[in-house]
């Protein structure tokens, strides 16, 4: 079984500008949630998605907006950006059961300068 | 405001004895909670939980001890092991409505000295 896939592993952006991080969710995993990082902070939920659908979203402006795609695989979208955006993306994959059985990929750092 | 606190932001222990990190929490509504460890570069891997029906969860060196009434919760580890240093996060599921998420500390660095 494979397990969660993030890209790019790095990345940097210009503020104002836009980005796009990739997330593939492990084997039979129906959910996916996203984490901001930021250095020296506990990860910061910024939204999940169940079956292509946003079920949840945490204390995150509209410029972050995501996509699950029905393979499960899923998209972080970042418009605008600014420099606090630079951290740690994370992608969690769960199967949605009553668990919270969620598998981490690796992550995406961002820098924004 | 921090539903979740780990005030000890670093933690140095010999290997062979035990370590204990700590983990307070706010939210009387909370009812599953989550050890993590986190190598640099690596993303979080479940470690061991514990619903709030329970007071204790062991599983082989790690156990996790939870008090309800004083809000914290408490991870051991016996023996430590050079391995095991990492971050370690504590977690609690915050399960309102249908929005299943994780609320995070900020983390307590475990140094295991060989």
């Known amino acids: 079984e494979t397990g969660v896939t993030q890209s790019p592993t790095h990345l940097i952006k210009t503020r104002g500008q836009q980005v796009t991080l990739r997330c593939s969710s492990q084997s039979g995993h129906n959910t996916v949630s996203w984490y901001q990082q930021a250095l020296g902070q506990g990860p910061q939920f910024i939204f999940q998605y169940y079956r292509e659908e946003e079920n949840g979203r945490g204390n995150f402006p509209p410029r972050f907006s995501g996509l699950q795609f029905p393979n499960y695989s899923s998209e972080l979208n970042v418009n605008a950006l600014e420099l606090d955006d630079s951290a740690l993306y994370l992608c969690?994959?769960?199967?949605?059961?009553?668990?919270?059985?969620?598998?981490f990929g690796s992550g995406t750092r961002l820098t924004v300068v | 405001d921090q539903q979740v606190k780990q005030n000890s932001p670093s933690l140095s222990v010999q290997e062979g004895r035990i370590s204990i990190l700590n983990c307070d929490y706010t939210?009387?509504?909370?009812?599953?909670f989550l050890w993590y460890k986190k190598y640099p570069a690596e993303g979080p891997t479940f470690l061991i939980s514990?619903?709030?029906i329970k007071d204790k969860n062991e599983d082989g060196r790690f156990t996790v001890f939870l008090n309800k009434s004083a809000k914290h919760l408490s991870l051991h580890i016996v023996p430590s092991q050079p391995g095991d240093s990492a971050v370690y996060f504590c977690?609690?599921?915050?399960?309102?409505?249908?929005?299943?998420?994780?609320?995070w500390g900020l983390g307590t660095s475990l140094a295991v000295n060989p």
């Open positions: 977690a609690a599921a915050d399960n309102a409505g249908n929005n299943r998420k994780l609320i």
């Open positions: 514990i619903s709030s």
């Open positions: 969690a994959s769960s199967d949605g059961g009553r668990g919270y059985g969620y598998t």
């Open positions: 939210n009387s509504m909370f009812d599953y």
